[in-house]
């Protein structure tokens, strides 16, 4: 079973601030999704990632494939930001949502 | 806009009760899973359905059962609900595996067991 971390749990900023999100998996994977979850429950899909880095906008997420951890980066943080933050790394083979693990999410709230 | 379509939004059910809730996926998506997530929590997997079978399944009791249609929709029954079972429960949807495409999820449907 694939071990999921992420931190900070909750993470209160200014607007403008830089925001890292970090992850953490304790089984080797193929692929890492980024999720945004507001309030009243809908996800988005930030990014899905297998090596390297990806940038979309001021989002930025990076993940080191050996080390077992990903991070997302959010440069000038704005209020409309302020949501939950979930990675979901992807383990096993075939393709089956049964190797996606979530992780509990990152909270955060970006201060005007 | 994710186009994938949850009902109902909310809904409340009594201890005991039998559940279906439904999920509308854009066309050519064949591929649908399901997620139950509790307050506070991540999501958990429930299963998934590739072309109408299912091909992977969570730790969840058989009361949890689920059909994928031609049309790509899909529903999520649940028997015998109990109390534990009140939570999100999210379905989301991807053209081809999760190795290879962004996943696109519905807005949820919040489950109430009294």
């Known amino acids: 079973k694939n071990e999921v971390e992420q931190s900070p749990q909750n993470l209160t900023a200014q607007e403008g601030e830089f925001i890292t999100i970090n992850c953490s998996y304790s089984?080797?994977?193929?692929?890492l999704h980024w999720l945004q979850q507001h309030p009243g429950g809908g996800i988005v899909s930030l990014f899905m990632l297998s090596s390297g880095k990806k940038k979309h906008g001021r989002l930025i997420a990076t993940i080191n494939i050996q080390e077992k951890h990903s991070s997302l980066h959010i440069t000038a943080s704005h209020p409309r930001d302020s949501a939950v933050y979930i990675c979901?790394?992807?383990?096993?083979?075939?393709?089956?949502?049964?190797?996606?693990?979530f992780g509990k999410g990152t909270h955060l709230i970006i201060q005007p | 806009e994710t186009g994938v379509t949850q009902s109902p939004t909310h809904l409340i059910k009594t201890r005991g009760q039998q559940v279906t809730l439904r999920c509308s996926s854009q066309?050519?998506?064949?591929?649908v899973s399901w997620y139950q997530q509790a307050l506070g929590q991540g999501p958990q997997f429930i299963f998934q359905?590739?072309?109408?079978?299912?091909?992977g399944r969570g730790n969840f009791p058989p009361r949890f059962s689920g059909l994928q249609f031609p049309n790509y929709s899909s529903e999520l029954n649940v028997n015998a609900l109990e109390l534990d079972d009140s939570a999100l429960y999210l379905c989301a949807s991807a053209p081809g595996t999760y190795y290879t495409s962004p996943l696109h999820f519905g807005n949820g449907t919040r489950l109430t067991v009294t």
């Open positions: 979901a790394p992807l383990s096993g083979s075939g393709g089956g949502a049964d190797g996606l693990t």
């Open positions: 359905y590739y072309r109408e079978e299912e091909n």
């Open positions: 066309s050519g998506h064949n591929t």
């Open positions: 089984v080797g994977i193929s692929a």
